[in-house]
């Protein structure tokens, strides 16, 4: 059980141009030890507590001390921590204080291993930050996580291509995957406003978030959130770019299409077909609004589906005497 505290722009020297946190985290006026206490008050199981928003890695170390210090009171239930930072600035200091507390998970965010894009969207740091920072986080014990985006300005395929690259080799043991979005009152509104950032078609960034979930999924890399933490005031100051309240499904039908449609080419010129899936696989072949199956219907394809005994992301097409098998992840 994680119970998540935020910290809404805590040690962000610098303000990423896509970034409102108190749209995002909808905390209201509270402290943070009032948060604290409400989150955890009458808690009797063991848990343990996320510290989300913010980049702990750029608070001075005597506030992040007067922050873990805010726990002192719950320290019988919680049990770890995990936080999510930038991968800068990485101060000794900053780690021996995480250490001393308990964090077991860093997540660290890299929206883009592009030097320029992260540059552009004023990250204030580099690709090479990130590796250093992974290198010395995990010789000191900590298990670490990845925050990637999708739909930056100026993001090619490629840029996709080489996230995947990274996420194979460094093995994260669990990733989150952002769509952009751009929130009004940021920097990235005003260059969408002026025409100065152009989203690339929403279908086109689907297409980029999928690519990173399947490798994920084929690299048994956890993905434990896809899209922006959805609530009314982020749903209100949505001006443009890749939200939807159920991104995650989203990604998950579309790789569901593809895979079909990648083994209905192993079939003969199939008019009606059977899919044969995991019950729970179902609401993935339909998608979301039964997108899928108007996709499927404009191809000129009958289909039908039956539960079965298949696993989670596996399935076969019967279609009079053809018969294929495939997964998601083939
Ligand atoms: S994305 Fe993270 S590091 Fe950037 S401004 Fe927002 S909270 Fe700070």
């Given at each position: 059980m994680v119970v998540p505290v935020f910290l809404p722009?805590?040690?962000?020297?610098?303000?990423?141009?896509?970034?409102?946190q108190g749209y995002i985290t909808?905390?209201?006026?509270?402290?943070f030890k009032e948060r604290v206490d409400s989150a955890l008050q009458g808690r009797v199981e063991p848990c343990e507590v996320g510290l989300f928003?913010?980049?702990?890695?750029?608070?001075e170390p005597a506030s992040l001390e007067r922050l873990f210090s805010c726990f002192d009171e719950h320290r019988g239930v919680v049990k770890s921590f995990r936080l999510s930072t930038?991968?800068?600035?990485?101060r000794d200091e900053t780690i021996a204080i995480l250490k001393r507390n308990g964090v077991d998970i860093i997540e660290l965010g890299i929206p883009t291993f592009n030097d320029a894009i992260l540059a552009a969207v004023n990250r204030a740091h580099t690709a090479r930050d990130l590796f250093l920072a992974y290198e010395r986080l995990g010789g000191e014990g900590f298990r670490l996580a990845l925050q990637f985006m999708v739909g930056?300005?100026?993001?090619s395929q490629g840029d996709i291509e080489e996230t995947v690259a990274n996420m194979i080799r460094l093995r994260p043991v669990y990733i989150r995957i952002y769509p952009l979005v751009v929130l009004r009152n940021t920097p990235l509104f005003a260059l969408y406003s002026r025409g100065d950032f152009v989203p690339i078609p929403f279908d086109e960034a689907l297409d980029r978030a999928c690519l990173i979930y399947l490798n994920a999924m084929k690299h048994n890399i956890d993905v434990v959130n896809v899209g922006l933490t959805d609530n009314e005031m982020v749903r209100d100051m949505?001006?443009?770019?890749?939200?939807?309240?159920a991104y995650g499904f989203l990604v998950q039908s579309r790789i569901f299409l593809r895979a079909v449609e990648g083994a209905l080419?192993?079939?003969?010129?199939?008019?009606e077909i059977t899919v044969i899936l995991h019950n729970n696989d179902i609401p993935l072949l339909v998608g979301h609004r039964r997108e899928n199956l108007s996709r499927f219907a404009a191809m000129g394809l009958k289909l039908r589906w039956e539960p079965s005994?298949?696993?989670?992301g596996a399935f076969k097409i019967v279609s009079g005497t053809q018969r294929v098998e495939a997964s998601v992840v083939d």
């Open positions: 722009h805590s040690g962000c020297n610098e303000r990423c141009i896509y970034c409102h909808d905390i209201g006026e509270k402290s928003g913010g980049n702990i890695f750029g608070m930038k991968p800068v600035p990485l930056l300005p100026g993001e949505v001006a443009g770019g890749f939200y939807h309240p080419k192993r079939l003969d010129g199939p008019k005994g298949e696993r989670r």
